[in-house]
Nanobody, 123 residues
């Protein structure tokens, strides 16, 4: 059973930084770096939107609104996904979700979702 647990959310002032983590667990020896891992967010009254993904070959994508400010990375040995968020604005306020999506190699039963972590940016 796949489990994704986000952490690192909180409240920060505009211009500040936060780093989110997503600890992934599943069957023994399962490597989530073989999945397409990603971060999505949902603000009140809005649809869930893509923040960033990292594919099994290391290819990264970013939503237009976060390009140049957010950085996705992963630590294979720890099955952990990260999102470094810099130069935060009030528009970044949302619940951030970690996702493990199907790739050519793994996570075929996905997408799997974490429970979300709240990020609040104040002016």
């Amino acid at each position: 059973q796949v489990q994704l647990v986000e952490s690192g959310g909180g409240s920060v002032q505009a211009g500040g930084s936060l780093k989110l983590s997503c600890a992934a667990s599943g069957s023994s020896g399962y490597r989530f770096s073989n999945c397409k891992m990603g971060w999505y967010r949902q603000a009140p009254g809005k649809e869930r939107e893509l923040v960033s993904t990292i594919d099994s070959d290391g290819t990264t994508t970013y939503g237009d609104s976060v390009k140049g400010r957010f950085t996705i990375s992963q630590e294979d040995a720890k099955n952990t996904l990260y999102l470094q968020m810099d130069s935060l604005t009030t528009e970044d306020t949302a619940v951030y979700y970690c996702a493990a999506e199907p790739s050519a190699y793994a996570c075929w039963g996905g997408p799997y979702w974490g429970q979300g972590t709240q990020v609040t940016v104040s002016s």
